[in-house]
Structure formats: C-alpha cells, structure tokens
C-alpha cells in the first residue's frame, strides 16, 4: 500500500467520530432552525446555499484547522519527521483529506436543506451550479488550511485566515 493511502486512513482515523458527530448533530440543528423561516422560504435556492455555506464552515472549523495543529500538540510531528519518505504524502493526504470533507460537507447541507423542505411539504427549487462559488469555497479551504499551519489552536484558524484575508483584500474592497 502507498505512504499517500496510508496517511489519507490516518486522517481518516483521527476525524471520524468529530465528522459522525457533524452527521448527526448538523441535521437536527437544520431541523430545528427550518422552523424559523416562512415555509415558503423553504424553497428558495439561497436557502440551500446558505445551508451548504454553514455546513462548510463547521466542519473547516471543527476538523479542517486541527489538521495541522493536531500534529503539534501530539508527537506526531516527531513521528512524521522520521519518516524516510519525506513530508510531502503526508501533506497531500492532509490537504486531499480536507477538500473532500469539505466538498461532501456541502452537498450534504445542501442535501439536508433540500429534505427538510420536502418534510415540512414544500418543493425546493432546483439549484444552479455556480463555478463562482465553487472557486470561492476551494479558496477558503486552501486558505484554511494554509493558516491552520501557524495558528495555535485549530478553531482559529478559519478566523485567522478570515481576517488575514479582509486585511490583504481591503485594498481590493475599496477600488470594487
């Protein structure tokens, strides 16, 4: 078996009760909160992307920023720097690892979103992939990740990254 598949199972190994918890938690709290808006509201695409967009960044910030600091803290990073084949399938199994929960994290609100409409019996509309999103969300994982790097507890990494990211886009803001 490759260093890159074993390392890709041990992400696997550390994650999986902090993702089933999310599975399970996540719908109930959806529930809860699909009673607050108008039924109507239910359908509504934006709905849908807003749910995809929450389910995203609960899961960057319970599992997506300890990646890198989990390591630290443990004696992992000892144990990877002893390894003769470098550092780098363990990187790529890490960013890998976390771009695929990421992705599966939004389709499983947008997923969710959709069966709580269907459970209060309302039809949602269907949503239209936007490339424009997609490129937003892959750049908020990477950025995640990359901040999670030198941030000392993984929580703050999604906010670090958030406020290094207003800091270098200000400039950007005021031209737009």
């Not at 199972?9 to 719908?27: S, Y």
């Not at 529930?31 to 849908?48: M, N, T």
């Not at 300890?66 to 803290?73: F, N, S, T």
């Not at 997609?134 to 958030?162: E, N, Q």
């Amino acid at each position: 078996m490759s260093p890159f598949l074993l390392y890709l199972w041990r992400e696997w190994r550390e994650q999986r009760r902090t993702l089933g918890l999310l599975a399970l938690v996540l719908p109930l709290l959806g529930l809860f909160f699909s009673h607050l808006p108008p039924r109507s509201a239910l359908a509504e695409p934006l709905l849908q992307s807003g749910a995809a967009l929450a389910f995203v960044v609960v899961v960057l910030v319970a599992s997506g920023g300890e990646l890198l600091v989990a390591e630290r803290r443990e004696a992992g990073l000892c144990w990877l720097e002893r390894l003769p084949t470098g550092l780098s399938a363990a990187f790529r199994a890490k960013l890998l690892f976390l771009v695929l929960t990421v992705a599966l994290a939004a389709v499983y609100g947008l997923e969710v979103a959709r069966g709580l409409a269907l459970l209060r019996g309302i039809e949602p509309r269907s949503l239209r992939g936007e490339p424009w999103s997609f490129l937003a969300v892959l750049a908020l994982v990477l950025w995640t990740f990359a901040c999670s790097a030198w941030a000392l507890r993984g929580g703050v990494a999604l906010l670090a990254a958030a406020l290094v990211l207003g800091l270098i886009g200000h400039p950007v803001w005021r031209v737009i």
